[in-house]
């Protein structure tokens, strides 16, 4: 039930845009998004509900279509502070509903 | 300042021996989880508790046990049973069960002498 996140790893410069994927073969309810930088906790981004809402904050914003079971997350004109691993992590509406699955991980490395 | 204390921040195992790392969250929250992460692995899920005095196991519970005896503390005891405990362990807490943000202490690394 992990969800698959694409791609496993980002170089971009400063200003650049980025798409990460995170897709799961289970109907989905919610999905989570979490930044970690190298050594630290993860630290939440936002929650997306199903109903294809687009939420953000800042240049960060992610998207979530619950028919295709996906969710995206957009980072625009990329700071050197976005650089980290971004993880999703996916809540299902069977009997584990409330718990996360999350998935491996991008990594995202921006440049000056 | 409200938040989670996980301790210690690195721990040595012997062979045979248990070790428990203590995580202590003044949030208020009810919701509490351990998550063990290796790399390329992303978070995989060992015990998580709903509320105080109940816990249920994760998807890698084989070697690790927990207690919730009080609402803000939910200690990790990883047992001679785990044979490969070595990895970073992450504990983390939500206001309530069920699609809220979890927030995250900042990990004890384990590893085996």
């Known amino acids: 039930q992990q969800p698959v996140q694409s791609p496993q790893a980002v170089i971009l410069r400063e200003g650049e845009d980025a798409v990460i994927n995170c897709s799961s073969s289970?109907?989905?309810?919610?999905v989570h998004w979490y930044r970690q930088k190298h050594g630290e906790a993860p630290v939440f981004l936002m929650i997306?509900?199903?109903?294809?809402e687009q939420k953000g904050h800042d240049k960060i914003s992610a998207s979530f279509n619950e028919k295709k079971q996906q969710s995206s997350l957009y980072l625009t004109a990329s700071q050197l502070s976005y650089s980290g691993t971004y993880f999703c992590?996916?809540?299902?509406?069977?009997?584990?509903?409330?718990?996360?699955?999350f998935g491996r991980g991008t990594q995202l490395t921006v440049w000056p | 300042d409200g938040g989670i204390t996980q301790s210690p921040k690195y721990l040595f195992r012997k062979e045979g021996q248990n070790v428990t790392l203590s995580c202590e969250q003044n949030?208020?929250?009810?919701?509490m989880y351990w998550y063990r992460q290796d790399p390329g692995q992303g978070l995989r899920l060992i015990y998580y508790?709903?509320?105080?005095?109940?816990?249920q196991k994760g998807d890698i519970a084989e070697g690790y046990s927990v207690s919730r005896e009080k609402k803000e503390s939910f200690p990790l005891t990883v047992t001679s049973a785990q044979k490969n405990p070595t990895a970073f362990y992450l504990c983390?807490?939500?206001?309530?069960?069920?699609?809220?943000?979890?927030?995250f202490g900042d990990g004890t690394r384990l590893s085996i002498l």
């Open positions: 983390a807490s939500s206001m309530s069960w069920g699609n809220q943000p979890q927030h």
């Open positions: 289970k109907a989905l309810y919610s």
């Open positions: 997306l509900l199903k109903g294809g």
């Open positions: 992590g996916t809540g299902d509406r069977g009997s584990t509903l409330g718990r996360l699955y």
């Open positions: 949030l208020n929250h009810d919701a």
């Open positions: 508790s709903q509320i105080v005095n109940d816990f």
